[in-house]
């Protein structure tokens, strides 16, 4: 157990619609980022927060956003949802944001949008 | 930009026999590297990381790596394999380019351990 909490687990949902997926971050970090997993795509990095404060973009559309709350925890909200969109979204924190801080993962939530 | 490749999409050996994942990286700055691991719908996990202190690195689970800066290598070994050990290995460089350290992993290698 990495001390990262993530929910739901799984989240089936229809073409257009919008959802919320949630993280909590282990106690003490200060840095939080989401990754997606999908077949075609790989592992790719969205998003990172720190302290609250958007700290660095990746592939993420338009359609999704995200956010870092005073008590540290993370919800990354995805909109008009495509059947793409279907993937593995991971949670991670560390203590800061420097390249040797080691980034823990949470269990993941699976997004089926049919 | 850092990247890393990794040589074999999928790797089988038999439970008892050495394991070796290939994993070469591309950076313009000195490298945090690190390997985690998947089992089977489950999260990540961190097997070991090297930060530029030894370059022999030691993990859980009796996994180690070698860094290799004239071969630009990054291998994942193990002695011998269990059949726990079966899951998807992901090589992974931190970004140091701006003021982040985004994880840029890579393809992955499955490990099939055969009994």
């Known amino acids: 157990d990495s001390g990262v909490t993530q929910t739901p687990k799984h989240l089936i949902t229809a073409t257009g619609q919008r959802v919320t997926l949630r993280c909590s971050p282990r106690s003490g970090d200060l840095s939080v980022y989401w990754y997606q997993q999908s077949l075609d795509q790989g592992l790719q990095f969205l998003i990172q927060y720190y302290n609250g404060e958007e ?5 993420i559309l338009e359609r999704f956003s995200a956010q870092q709350f005073p008590d540290l925890h993370s919800e990354l909200n995805l909109s008009s949802l495509e059947l793409g969109d279907s993937a593995l979204y991971f949670c991670a924190s560390s203590v800061e944001w420097t390249a040797t801080d080691t980034q823990y993962f949470g269990p993941g939530t699976r997004l089926t949008v049919l | 930009a850092q990247s890393v490749t990794q040589l074999d999409s999928h790797v089988s050996v038999s439970e008892g026999t050495p394991v070796l994942l290939r994993c070469n990286y591309s950076s313009s700055y000195s490298p945090s590297l690190f ?28 996994f180690e790596a070698e860094f290799k800066k004239s071969e630009t290598s990054f291998h994942l070994t193990k002695p011998s394999a269990h059949m726990s050990d079966a899951a998807e290995y992901f090589c992974v460089v931190s970004d140091r380019s701006g003021a982040t350290n985004k994880l840029i992993f890579g393809t992955g290698t499955l490990l099939a351990v055969q009994p």
């Open chain 1, 55 to 59: 700290r660095a973009k990746g592939n």
């Open chain 2, 35 to 62: 390997w985690y691991v998947q089992h089977p719908n489950k999260g990540l996990q961190l097997l070991l990381k090297y930060t530029s202190a030894a370059t022999l690195v030691k993990g859980i689970n009796g």
